[in-house]
């Protein structure tokens, strides 16, 4: 501790390498002279990544908003996509560079995630795609969703920024619907100082994403397709090989924080926590408690700024629903349940800064804010 008080504890703190690891890879790179353009790193990363989400292809890329507007494309058709405003802006974002027109579909209050219920009514002549969500890691109920694109002739497809480790019907989540995003970002779990990737068990449409991620295999043709320059960089590459190592050691750690959490707060009346699915496996990377105003005596913003005068930077996660941000807040889409989970989420510190002891620091000045 300074005199200028306690180092400030965000959401989401980075998970590092060990800095003598990272030199050491990076000494590789220049050794080979090898920076960027699919060098070793970037091939070895997408082999370690198809292994570790049990698919037959992964393709790495930049960052994963890249890694949902290439895999968009690629669908190759143009209409709607039905997705979730309870999610972070790119998802959303992604699809409208695709060319592809985002129709917004309610969550369940109990997963906050979309499903085959809710986005059933939704499905119109235009829609080419659903692309879910799987917040906070937990899978959408993925069969009837499955089972809806498959008797309605349309593509499922899962933003799963979130879920790096985490298992769906004790599977782990990469090899669900036509394809998986993830994101490398350094809020993420698996940190590859931005990076992403689509995980895909099909042969065609990963061979179109290894090409369309760059412009090194142009391959001219009456289908021109459209590149972009997505690649993953060998540095990107090897931050992200030395992450992927030590992912049992961050879930842990991460579990650790989460059970501290939810053991100090789940008691305390007004506040629900998020809880992960049960019997799977999750990152626990995202610790979110759900405020009954009311009942806990104090609204979300209030606590948030109580917390925040002490240097903890919880944050409203997410908030606003994109369909209530520029330039999405003129449709007219009516989702109840994604308003009411924006006012009262509350999201707090974990990773690798947090330590047990400010974890119970947290938990006290949640307890005594009101
Ligand atoms: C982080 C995130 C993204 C974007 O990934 P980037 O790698 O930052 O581009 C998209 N969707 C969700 C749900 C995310 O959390």
Redesign the pocket.
Known sequence: MTEAGPAPLHVGQLNLPAPDDFRRAFEGVFARRFYTNHGPLEHEADAALAAYFGVRHAISVV??????MLLLKALGRKGEVITPAF?????VQ?ICWAGLTPVFCDVEPETHNISARLAEPLIGERTVAILG???WGRGCDVAPLQALANARGIRLIF?A??ATGCTHMGVRIGGFGDAE?F???A??VLNGA???CIATNDDELAALLRKTRSFHEMTPGPEGRLHLNAKLSEAQAAMLLLGLERMEEFVADNRRRYETYRERLSGLKGVRFVDHAAGEQSNYQYVVAELDEPAFGMSRDRLLEALQAQNVLARRY?HPGVHRTAPFDRCAAVLPVTDALCERLIQLPTGQAVTDDDVLKVCDLVRNAR
Do not use: I, Q, R
């Open positions: 960052n994963g908003t890249a890694a949902l999610t972070f802006p790119a998802t992604a969500v799987h917040v933003d920024a979130h995003m994101s490398f970002h809020t993420k931005e990076g992403g997410f």
